[in-house]
């Protein structure tokens, strides 16, 4: 008899502090007349205003994934390291709270938290981060449905074997979302992962740059992505909607118009909203569907956990929406 996965969902990542500053309408915008790349202006030197101040423990990729999963009523665990500090001790409340099993927490008595500073400016996000070094190596981990897996420090090379062994073993599907270390490493590297992998989720300029490409037509980019080995991937567009590509038929969701208040976590929404409707037997256009609400939910409120939705939650915002449905491109 086949004994019945202890979890639906594993994630594995880093887990950071963030510390959010958002800032006097009086600074400057300044952007380069040939690229078109904005940029945040500063006085040199100088003390710079910002209007709030809030703090937000426990969230990073796989942990804003693993609470938002764990909301939506997956039973969830989550692997990480977390210093032995009072930040860490904080994020192992929050992670409790969430209902999220820490099973797979492993405390660094060497090194401090995870950190960073997320400056706010007329509702975009501009991010100073910084990643302590760990120790990384997969624990044993119980049966699961679904694995998630993002955003590492450098170090975790051992994962690129120890996460292929455990899919091809377990039988759990794997979503991989690449992080800013991940995606250096380029898809060479990635390919025991990717090889492995049912959901493959970046957005477009992450995906150009994994495929050395500047190639703006998205459907080609998830023609290109696929062929890499992902059962499904997924392209999300900035602010105008997401892709998806099965090997088979094509989709395009565009966004839901609503009032932005602060853009961080947006991402990690939309993977959050995909993943769980796959673990609930949704097809890959619900799943769309699910995403970009999730998605919409977070950018009302400051911080990139606040906003996800609760599964009633999610059922009314479905419910409020029919025809927020994707085409086929």
Not at 92 to 113: A, H, I, M, N, P
Not at 196 to 201: M, P
Not at 206 to 229: F, I, N, P, S, Y
Not at 235 to 243: A, E, V
Request: proline share 3%; net charge negative; charged share 25%.
């Amino acid at each position: 008899m086949t004994k019945s996965p202890k979890f639906d969902l594993i994630s594995i990542g880093d887990t950071q502090y963030d510390v959010f500053l958002e800032l006097e309408e009086e600074t400057k915008l300044l952007k380069d007349p040939e690229s078109g790349v904005e940029y945040l202006g500063f006085v040199f030197a100088e003390k710079i205003a910002a209007k709030s101040y809030k703090a937000v423990p426990a969230v990073g990729n796989s942990a804003n994934v693993v609470i938002g999963a764990s909301r939506l009523g997956l039973q969830c665990a989550f692997y990480t390291h977390l210093a032995k500090d009072n930040i860490g001790e904080e994020e192992l409340k929050v992670f409790k709270q969430e209902k999220v099993s820490t099973d797979y927490v492993v405390w660094d008595k060497k090194r401090g938290s995870n950190f960073s500073v997320v400056l706010n400016y007329k509702g975009e996000r501009t991010i100073v981060v910084h990643h302590e070094p760990r120790d990384y190596s997969l624990p044993k981990l119980a049966q699961a449905r679904w694995l998630y897996y993002s955003s590492l420090a450098s170090g975790h090379e051992k994962l690129h074997t120890q996460i292929p062994s455990y899919i091809k073993e377990s039988g759990a599907r794997l979503v991989f979302n690449p992080g800013s270390h991940q995606l250096k490493e380029g898809l060479s590297v990635l390919h025991p992962i990717v090889e492995v992998t049912s959901v493959f989720l970046v957005n477009k300029e992450e995906a150009q740059e994994l495929l050395g490409t500047t190639e703006q037509d998205v459907k080609v980019l998830l023609e290109l992505l696929r062929k890499q080995g992902p059962e499904t991937v997924v392209i999300t567009d900035n602010g105008r909607g997401s892709y998806c590509f099965d090997g088979t038929h094509a989709y395009f969701l565009e966004i839901l118009r609503v009032q932005v208040k602060e853009m961080t976590g947006a991402g990690d929404a939309y993977s959050t909203g995909f993943v769980s409707a796959l673990a609930y037997g949704k097809d890959i256009q619900e799943a769309m569907r699910w995403g970009a609400l999730n998605g919409a939910s977070v950018i009302q409120k400051i911080g990139a956990r606040e906003g996800l939705l609760k599964k009633d939650e999610m059922e009314k915002m479905l419910q409020e929406n029919p025809g927020f449905q994707p085409t086929v491109i």
